[in-house]
């Protein structure tokens, strides 16, 4: 493997990604598999937003190459919504549009890590945060949370002066996991102390929040770090647009710059006509995440009920996003239908999907274990089936 460069040797590939694309192979060979594995919502993009999009083809805005960092229209709607949802004020000049959330967290990692640099990310984590940063040649640390702490930091977790990122994802994905205003109080109140920790605000997820919990945002609750924050945000998640590919994020101007310089120099702009779709999306009606909310929140419930009567799991109640994580510690050592003595959470989801055809991703590659990330963004038909497919299993354990 000598041709392969040596820092492609130390990530490995998504887990999420490939139990999503083995779920498809069994369907595709006649299984009957109900997969909740893919983080994205089983809703449709909004008609409005399609129609937008069909409009930007018919006028031929979307035959040509656009700035490489996003229209001046998405650029003045990501704009108008950070101020309005967030009352966060950034110019044109520090918004950037990229290829979805994730291209943009790599271009800022990129832009701002050397060799060795440490970033701080809370565990358990997105799958692709670690792997990014050791792609920009950043050193990832993580600290770990537990059940016990809801999955959240506490400030004392913090206290490390060598950092220069900390990854900040609320609400989470994997856990679902997010910050009350007091919970991320305490934590900004430590960031401000070290001036030369910059902190990477994820908030894909911002939208998806249930029970009246209220989102706030790093430099929305602490205008001390306003200067020192990177505020990433898309369209994927609430928009039910993850296949349109539309990230974008609000922070320093020299930051913004250099990420605009690495694009020019990779994937240059985001699709057009996606651009154009994601201008309505934010400028248009917003009423329909509210009704989806309310399935979501259904959804949740259900999961938690029925995975907490499941034999030797136990599965908190997140205050977000769309995704459960139980713990699996409690089967651990019991033997499945095939004969497998159950060691790791791989090996649940393993025996899981053979006996039941339920297509979970095991909790090791988010960073704790053993436990497994179910996605609740299914038909409710589904995801009850798929519970009850799960309470048998675990029933069927020797």
């Known amino acids: 493997m000598a041709f392969i460069a040596d820092q492609i040797m130390r990530i490995k590939p998504s887990a999420t990604i490939a139990v999503t694309d083995k779920a498809r192979a069994l369907k ?7 997969g909740l594995g893919a983080g994205e919502p089983d809703f449709d ?13 018919r006028d031929g805005k979307s035959s040509k190459y656009t700035a490489v960092d996003g229209i001046a229209e998405l650029k003045a709607a990501v704009s108008s919504k950070f101020k309005r949802e967030n009352q966060l004020d950034y110019k044109p000049s520090q918004i950037i549009i990229g290829t979805g959330g994730k291209q943009v967290l790599y271009n800022a990692l990129v832009a701002t890590l050397n060799p060795g640099d440490e970033v701080i990310i809370p565990a358990p984590y997105w799958v692709s945060y670690p792997d990014m940063v050791l792609l920009a040649g950043g050193t990832p640390v993580e600290v770990v949370t537990t059940m016990a702490s809801g ?15 900390i990854i900040f994802n609320s609400p ?31 908030d894909m997820y911002e939208h998806l929040v249930y029970d009246d919990f209220q989102f706030y945002s790093p430099a929305q609750l602490e205008p001390r770090l306003y200067e020192r924050t990177l505020t990433v945000n898309g369209c994927s998640k609430a928009y039910c647009m993850t296949g349109w590919r539309i990230g974008y994020a609000g922070g320093p101007e020299i930051l913004i710059k250099t990420m605009a310089m690495i694009q020019s120099q990779s994937t240059s702009n985001p699709t057009a006509v996606a651009q154009w779709a994601a ?6 009606p917003q009423d329909f995440i509210a009704k989806h909310n309310k399935i979501f929140k259904e959804r949740r419930d259900l999961c938690v009920s029925m995975l907490n009567q499941a034999r030797g799991l136990q599965c908190p109640k997140p205050e977000g996003a769309f995704y459960v994580y139980p713990s699996c510690a409690g089967t651990m050592g019991k033997t499945a239908p095939t004969g497998k003595k159950l060691a790791t959470d791989e090996d649940f989801v393993t025996e899981l999907l053979e006996a039941e055809g339920v297509a979970v991703v095991q909790g090791t590659p988010f960073g704790v274990g053993p436990a497994f990330r179910i996605s609740y963004a299914t038909a409710t038909s589904a995801l009850e089936e798929a519970c009850t497919r799960i309470q048998r299993f675990c029933g069927n354990l020797q």
């Open 28 to 34: 595709l060979a006649g299984r009957d598999v109900i």
């Open 45 to 57: 993009t909004p008609d409005n937003i399609k129609e937008a999009a069909i409009k930007a083809i």
């Open 151 to 165: 999955y959240k930091m506490k400030p004392d977790d913090l206290e490390r002066a060598k950092t220069k990122w």
């Open 172 to 202: 989470s994905n994997p856990t679902g996991a997010a910050y009350t205003r007091a919970e991320l109080k305490a934590v900004t109140d430590v960031l401000v102390r070290y001036p030369h920790v910059h902190v990477m605000a994820d």
């Open 279 to 284: 201008v309505e999306a934010l400028n248009g």
